[in-house]
């Protein structure tokens, strides 16, 4: 068997579009760990000290844990529109699948590194709240700020994978 034919067998068009479900997952759900992850390490130190902050804090720490549930979602409808989770799977083309695996892009990779952006905002929102309580609100609102660009890539894959 020739490498070209081994590749062949391997890279269907439905081995593509699951790749493309799996890195919209796996990007931006390694994003939103990260991102969850530094907020979690800068609300531990102001919770030692503050423990009635906690739900200040909590949703700071949520705010970048949206980027995995954009590529969840987006997973979810590959492979919705794969047939698979009807029991019927349609066997796509290689260009089919192709099409499927660029569609999860857009929120796998912007999902990655909006989501750590994202953390390191909120984790500088939560000196912030340590400092001055009251501004809590202009905190979320930087850290929100991010979101948007996680928000329009998710669009960007969804309406991809919803006009296929």
Same mark, same amino acid.
């Given at each position: 068997?020739?490498?070209?034919?081994?590749?062949? #067998? +391997? %890279?269907?068009?439905?081995? *593509?579009?699951?790749?493309? &479900?799996? @890195?919209? !997952?796996?990007?931006?759900?390694?994003?939103?760990?990260?991102?969850?992850?530094?907020?979690?390490?800068?609300?531990?130190?102001?919770?030692?000290?503050?423990?009635?902050?906690?739900?200040?804090?909590?949703?700071?720490?949520?705010?970048?844990?949206?980027?995995?549930?954009?590529?969840?979602?987006?997973?979810?409808? #590959? +492979? %919705?529109?794969?047939?698979? *989770?009807?029991?019927?799977? &349609?066997? @796509?083309? !290689?260009?089919?699948?192709?099409?499927?695996?660029?569609?999860?892009?857009?929120?796998?990779?912007?999902?990655?590194?909006?989501?750590?952006?994202?953390?390191?905002?909120?984790?500088?929102?939560?000196?912030?709240?340590?400092?001055?309580?009251?501004?809590?609100?202009?905190?979320?609102?930087?850290?929100?700020?991010?979101?948007?660009?996680?928000?329009?890539?998710?669009?960007?894959?969804?309406?991809?994978?919803?006009?296929?």
């Amino acid at each position: 068997m020739s490498f070209s034919e081994f590749l062949s #067998i +391997i %890279f269907t068009g439905n081995t *593509l579009a699951l790749i493309g &479900a799996a @890195l919209a !997952v796996i990007l931006s759900g390694m994003g939103s760990a990260r991102g969850v992850g530094l907020v979690g390490e800068a609300a531990s130190g102001l919770l030692a000290e503050d423990p009635s902050k906690f739900g200040k804090t909590l949703i700071l720490q949520a705010l970048p844990g949206t980027q995995g549930i954009y590529g969840l979602i987006t997973a979810f409808l #590959i +492979i %919705f529109k794969m047939g698979i *989770l009807s029991g019927a799977p &349609a066997t @796509l083309t !290689v260009a089919q699948g192709m099409y499927y695996l660029l569609a999860g892009l857009p929120i796998a990779i912007v999902g990655y590194y909006s989501a750590i952006k994202q953390g390191r905002v909120a984790a500088a929102g939560i000196s912030l709240l340590a400092k001055r309580p009251k501004e809590v609100g202009k905190a979320i609102t930087s850290a929100a700020l991010v979101e948007t660009y996680a928000i329009f890539a998710v669009l960007v894959s969804l309406l991809m994978v919803l006009f296929a």
